[in-house]
C-alpha cells in the first residue's frame, strides 16, 4: 500500500507558485453544507422585499456549493481533480478520504483538501459527554490539509508531519438526523476505517470524537465505539466542540487537525464544561484539563483516529499516525 502525509497547514504549504509542482497533478476538494447563504439571501430580498427585477449575477457563483474549490484552484492553477462534497458534518473527511484515494489511484500527487463554515458562537460552548447537555452551539472557521503521496512530498523536500493511513465512509440509512440505535453505521465505519488503514483495534489508543453535546448521538458514538475498541482502558476520547463549538461541515478539519497536533505535542486538549459523565462513559475523556498522551511508545506506534457524523446519516472516519521515515 503506499503511503500518504499530511503535511503543514499554515501559509508555507500553499506558495505552490514558487514550488515545481505538476499543477496537471495537483487537486482541490473544498467540501460545504451549503453555499453562500449570505449572498442567496440578499438576491431573494432585493426580489421580493424591494421589488427589483433583476438580481446581481454574482447570485449564482457565489450561491453555489462547488465554487470555493473551484476559486481555490483559479488561484493557485491546480488543474487536478476538482469538486466540492456536501455530506453535513461529515464534509470534511469525505474530502480527506476522497483526496487520499485520488492520490492512491494514480490521478493526483497532491490534494488541497478542506472544509469552512462561518457562523457566530453567541453562548456558552457544549459539554462533553455528561449529564448535563444542552445541545451544540454553532462555531466558525476552517481546517485545510495538504495531503500527498510519500515520493512527492520527498521529492519537493517537503516538512511532513504525520502521516493519513486510511478511512471509510458510510450511511446509517436510518433516520434524517438521528443515528442507528444499534450504532452499526458508527461501528462498522470506524472498523472500515482501521481495515482501510492496515491497523487492528488493539493499535489505537487517541480518539477524536464527534460528541456533540446531543444525548441521542454521543451515547450512540460511545456505544458504537465499545463494540470495535473491546478494551478502552487504553484509549483517551476527548472532544473539540467543547471549546470552539460546532462547525458543521468544517468541524472534521479543525479535529484532524487537532488529531495531528496531538501526535506532534504528545499533548490532549481537554474536554471542557464536562462534570458529570453517565456511568456507560466509562473510558477517559480528558475532562477539563488538558493531558500528555503519547502516541509514539517505544517502539509501538499507535493510531489515532477521528469522527465525524453528519444529519442525513453520513459517517465517516479517518486515521492519523506517526510518520517514520
Not at 440578499?42 to 438580481?55: F, N, S, W, Y
Not at 490521478?107 to 463554515?117: F, G, H, K
Not at 504525520?162 to 465512509?169: H, I, R
Request: with cysteine; charged share 20%; proline share 3%.
Amino acid at each position: 500500500m503506499m503511503m500518504f502525509l499530511l503535511l503543514r497547514s499554515n501559509a508555507e504549504c500553499f506558495r505552490i507558485h514558487d514550488v515545481q509542482i505538476d499543477k496537471i497533478r495537483g487537486g482541490v476538494l473544498v467540501g460545504t453544507g451549503m453555499g453562500g447563504l449570505q449572498v442567496f439571501s440578499d438576491g431573494v430580498q432585493a426580489l421580493i422585499e424591494k421589488g427589483h427585477r433583476k438580481i446581481t449575477p454574482f447570485f449564482i457563483p457565489y450561491a453555489i456549493t462547488n465554487m470555493a474549490s473551484a476559486l481555490l484552484a483559479i488561484d493557485l492553477g491546480l488543474m487536478g481533480p476538482n469538486y466540492s462534497i456536501s455530506t453535513a458534518c461529515a464534509t470534511s473527511n469525505y474530502c480527506f478520504y476522497a483526496a487520499a484515494n485520488h492520490i492512491r489511484r494514480g490521478e493526483a500527487d497532491l490534494m488541497i483538501a478542506e472544509r469552512c463554515r462561518r457562523e457566530t458562537t453567541t453562548r456558552k460552548l457544549l459539554r462533553g459527554p455528561g449529564t448535563e447537555r444542552d445541545g451544540f452551539v454553532m462555531g466558525e472557521g476552517a481546517g485545510v490539509l495538504v495531503m500527498e503521496s510519500l515520493d512527492h512530498a520527498m521529492k519537493r523536500g517537503a516538512p511532513i508531519i504525520a502521516e493519513y493511513l486510511g478511512g471509510a465512509v458510510n450511511c446509517d440509512a436510518y433516520h434524517m438526523t438521528d443515528p442507528r440505535a444499534d450504532g452499526l453505521g458508527v461501528s462498522s465505519c470506524i472498523q472500515k476505517a482501521l481495515e482501510d488503514s492496515g491497523v487492528s483495534p488493539e493499535e489505537v489508543n487517541y480518539i477524536n470524537a464527534h460528541a456533540t453535546s446531543t444525548i441521542v448521538g454521543d451515547l450512540a458514538e460511545l456505544n458504537a465505539i465499545k463494540k470495535v475498541f473491546k478494551n478502552t482502558s487504553g484509549i483517551k476520547i476527548n472532544a473539540t466542540k467543547s471549546m470552539i463549538g460546532h462547525c458543521l461541515g468544517a468541524a472534521g478539519g479543525l479535529e484532524a487537525i487537532a488529531t495531528v497536533k496531538a501526535i506532534t505535542t504528545g499533548w490532549l486538549h481537554p474536554t471542557i464544561n464536562q462534570f458529570n459523565k453517565e456511568p456507560s462513559v466509562d473510558f477517559d475523556t480528558v475532562a477539563n484539563e488538558k493531558q500528555q498522551h503519547d502516541i509514539n511508545v517505544g517502539k509501538i506506534l499507535y493510531t489515532t483516529i477521528s469522527n465525524s457524523f453528519g444529519f442525513g446519516g453520513h459517517n465517516s472516519v479517518v486515521a492519523f499516525s506517526v510518520f517514520k521515515p
